[in-house]
């Protein structure tokens, strides 16, 4: 059974730092590309950061760029992201996510979710 389980969210004050942990397992994803989403409440649910499954390119949404960094273990099966500077817009549940296809990932189709943690940033 595959499974994508996050770690790591909590409520920080705005201006300081969280760190997220997804471990995937039921199966191989070295070859996957990896993913974070997030949802706030009362709006869909968007793109917040990637990686290939070399983890040697990563993207992020314009609104992270120099804030967030996603990252890989070497074992492949794990993602992280490190999340600093937070702001309250950043409230939300975090999702990881995985898929064979990145272009499937980016655009929130991925075939594997995990349940999500949730981020909470005081002002």
């Known amino acids: 059974q595959v499974q994508l389980v996050e770690s790591g969210g909590g409520l920080v004050q705005a201006g300081g730092s969280l760190s997220l942990s997804c471990a995937a397992s039921?199966?191989?994803?070295?070859?996957?590309?990896m993913g974070w989403f997030r949802q706030a409440p009362g709006k869909e649910r968007e793109f917040v950061a990637a990686i290939t499954w070399t983890g040697g390119t990563t993207y992020n949404a314009d609104s992270v760029k120099g804030r967030f960094a996603i990252s890989r273990g070497n074992a492949k099966n794990t993602v992280y992201l490190q999340m600093n500077s937070l702001k309250p817009e950043d409230t939300a549940v975090y999702y990881c996510?995985?898929?064979?296809?990145?272009?499937?990932?980016?655009?929130?189709?991925?075939?594997?979710w995990g349940q999500g943690t949730q981020v909470t940033v005081s002002s």
């Open positions: 039921g199966r191989t994803f070295s070859s996957y590309a």
């Open positions: 996510a995985a898929d064979e296809l990145l272009s499937k990932l980016r655009v929130g189709k991925s075939t594997y």
